[in-house]
């Protein structure tokens, strides 16, 4: 199946720097998504990007699918922004089963 | 519009006991996913049902873990025996049909097997 790999696995920020975390993958994808896991367990989606940029608010996300890589960036980092960030992918090889990397776990200090 | 629906949200039992989980997804989703996250690992899915049918199961540990969606709308996983290993959140998930759809969870259930 396919392989999802993120980075970097930890990070530790003051509050108002910025961050991007990467995750590369394997093959050609029609499904991928970047989650955010709060302190709580609750997985919330913050894009659906097989492709280009989008933005929302102080997140971006680019995903480059030629060249098998998404971009998060996050802005002016804010204490809330702390937990997991996912991506997850389902990949065009026929599988329709959506994958996840291990994750890129934030901790953002007053 | 209401999200994915869960229950129990906390579960604790003893090894060998058993123990079932229910999922109400989002309304109009004929996608539904079942994932087990142990603590400080990505969600692995267990089986994937478009509408009332398996997509995908070959995660699923068969021997004691069973899942129904009857009617294409809610869902039940069941796990029987427990082992200690099976200690993780159980998270359910929808998307409306096809691949090219943005999935949406549900706040999990903790299990832990004592």
């Known amino acids: 199946g396919i392989q999802v790999e993120q980075s970097p696995p930890d990070l530790i920020l003051q509050e108002g720097a910025n961050s991007t975390l990467r995750c590369n993958f394997s093959?050609?994808?029609?499904?991928l998504q970047w989650f955010h896991q709060n302190p709580w367990g609750q997985l919330i989606n913050l894009f659906y990007?097989?492709?280009g940029t989008k933005q929302n608010g102080r997140l971006s996300a680019t995903t480059v699918a030629t060249e098998r890589y998404s971009l998060l960036y996050i802005s002016s980092s804010q204490t809330t922004d702390s937990g997991v960030y996912f991506c997850?992918?389902?990949?065009?090889?026929?599988?329709?089963?959506?994958?996840f990397g291990r994750g890129t776990s934030l901790i953002v200090h007053p | 519009e209401a999200g994915v629906a869960q229950s129990p949200r906390y579960k604790i039992i003893e090894k060998r006991q058993s123990v079932a989980f229910w999922c109400n997804p989002i309304?109009?989703?004929?996608?539904l996913y079942w994932y087990q996250q142990i603590l400080g690992q990505g969600p692995k899915l267990l089986i994937q049902?478009?509408?009332?049918?398996?997509?995908?199961d070959s995660q699923l540990p068969k021997d004691r873990f069973s899942a129904e969606r009857l009617k294409g709308v809610d869902s039940t996983l069941k796990i029987q025996p427990a082992k200690l290993e099976d200690s993780a959140v159980y998270l359910c998930?929808?998307?409306?049909?096809?691949?090219?759809?943005?999935?949406?969870f549900g706040e999990g259930s903790w299990l832990t097997v004592v």
């Open positions: 049902f478009q509408n009332n049918g398996v997509v995908d």
């Open positions: 309304s109009g989703h004929a996608t």
């Open positions: 998930a929808s998307s409306k049909q096809g691949i090219g759809n943005t999935i949406y």
């Open positions: 997850a992918l389902v990949g065009s090889g026929g599988s329709y089963i959506p994958t």
């Open positions: 990007i097989p492709s």
């Open positions: 093959d050609s994808v029609n499904n």
